[in-house]
């Protein structure tokens, strides 16, 4: 079962981080997010602007290559993936990402950038932040994905 929660419209990266930002204030351990949208939608702007809101001065980066970057100096951990390079849930099942996404042992917040090249990998309930170009900026719409309804 999926939900809108909100939408919202950003004018540039600044204003997208803020959204984020905010969100990170009220929101602990224990909860995944997923990233939706295009190449350069803003996906990793997000993350940026919540691991500043948990209080952290960390530098955000592209996992793109690394896959998985974790920035633990703020108020929870942050668990950032991108799935973009890999083929399938088995791949990421070999690599042992499965564990990030079983919410009763996940001790931070996962954000999961292309969740759709692992499909089948995320089952657990998740929030669900789709990024959309539109003219002049970016349209943000929040969702709760499964869980109770
Ligand atoms: N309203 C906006 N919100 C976020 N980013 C914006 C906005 N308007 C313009 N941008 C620009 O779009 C780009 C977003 O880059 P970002 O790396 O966050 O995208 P991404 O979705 O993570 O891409 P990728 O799929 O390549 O990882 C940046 O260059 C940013 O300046
Ligand atoms: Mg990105």
Redesign the pocket.
């Known amino acids: 079962m999926k939900s809108d929660i909100l939408s919202v419209t950003?004018?540039?990266?600044k204003?997208?981080m803020v959204v984020a930002e905010k969100l990170a204030k009220t929101v602990g351990k224990g909860v995944v997010f997923t990233?939706i949208?295009?190449?350069?939608?803003?996906?990793?702007?997000?993350v940026k602007g919540f691991v500043k809101g948990l209080g952290s001065d960390e530098l955000v980066t592209?996992p793109?290559f690394t896959l998985l970057n974790v920035y633990d100096k703020g108020r929870v951990p942050v668990y950032h993936f991108?799935m973009?390079r890999l083929e399938n849930a088995e791949e990421g099942e070999a690599l042992g990402f499965n564990e990030y996404f079983d919410l009763n042992s996940l001790d931070g917040v996962v954000f999961v950038?292309?969740p759709d090249k692992v499909e089948g990998m995320i089952n657990c309930p998740h929030i669900e932040v789709k990024?959309e170009k539109i003219t002049d900026?970016?349209k943000i719409t929040i969702s709760s994905v499964g869980g109770e309804k």
């Open positions: 950003t004018k540039n990266e204003e997208t990233l949208g295009d190449l350069g939608a803003g996906k990793t702007h997000f592209s793109t991108d973009y950038e292309w990024l900026g970016r």
